[in-house]
């Protein structure tokens, strides 16, 4: 039998799908969720386990919770692919922001409204749209790495909006401005020689302070 839906109580039920046998014991395994609501519900639920089950998509939701996956993560594949000090931010950055606020969840219970509210939270304390960008880099690694290994169906961390980094622009100066900069320089005691591998060192030097 694929599957089935048993009375537990009033409105509640029990559905239980048969996922194949352990390949060490021979032992049925078996996917198990209470449903609280009508059997119509609980059918529903059992109908869309059996689909994903025949398309190969069902993934057994993981009882984890994100800490505690991330800190298996970071020692058991982040530590062998990253230089060191890359490896040290990974680690300083998930301590730090994410791990507080989205730790004690469940892996299977983490969304992408999860990860877009902690990334709301990140701006609003002052941090830099660049810190941002870097803490989500992390996770939808260490995600990924999880759809890979079973963990989760999908990665959350595909559907999340991100802020802009903002270009830091130079001032420029106007080239009458840098001119007369110039001019002003080339008049100074320690202005260089008259050369003309001098004057163009100097000219280039004066224009850059200028902009500064």
């Known amino acids: 039998m694929a599957g089935n839906i048993t009375k537990r109580g009033d409105k509640t039920w029990r559905v239980t799908v048969y996922l194949g046998e352990d390949p060490d014991t021979g032992k049925p395994i078996q996917h198990r969720k209470t449903i ?17 089950k025949d398309m190969g ?5 993981s009882k ?4 505690t996956y991330l800190e298996h993560w970071l020692q058991s594949t982040a530590k062998l692919r990253l ?12 301590a730090r922001y994410v791990r507080p606020v989205l730790g004690p969840i469940r892996m299977d219970r983490i969304t992408p409204m999860n990860l877009q509210g ?18 989500q880099a992390i996770l939808h690694s260490a995600l990924k790495q999880a759809v890979r290994w079973k963990l989760i169906p999908g990665n959350p961390a595909d559907d999340v909006d991100l802020p802009k980094q903002r270009k830091t622009e130079r001032p420029i100066v106007p080239p009458e401005k840098a001119e007369a ?16 591998p001098c004057t163009v060192a100097f000219a280039l030097a004066s224009t850059r302070v200028a902009v500064a």
């Open 181 to 196: 900069f110039f001019h002003a320089a080339l008049e100074d005691r320690w202005a260089p020689c008259s050369c003309w």
């Open 118 to 135: 902690l990334y709301a939270d990140m701006l609003e304390q002052g941090l830099s749209a660049r810190t941002v960008r870097y803490a």
């Open 64 to 67: 984890l919770t994100l800490g």
């Open 83 to 94: 230089r060191r000090s890359t490896f040290e931010s990974y680690e300083w950055t998930l």
């Open 36 to 52: 609280h609501g009508t059997k119509k519900e609980a059918q529903t639920y059992l109908t869309g386990v059996l689909r994903e």
């Open 57 to 61: 998509r069902f993934v057994e939701p």
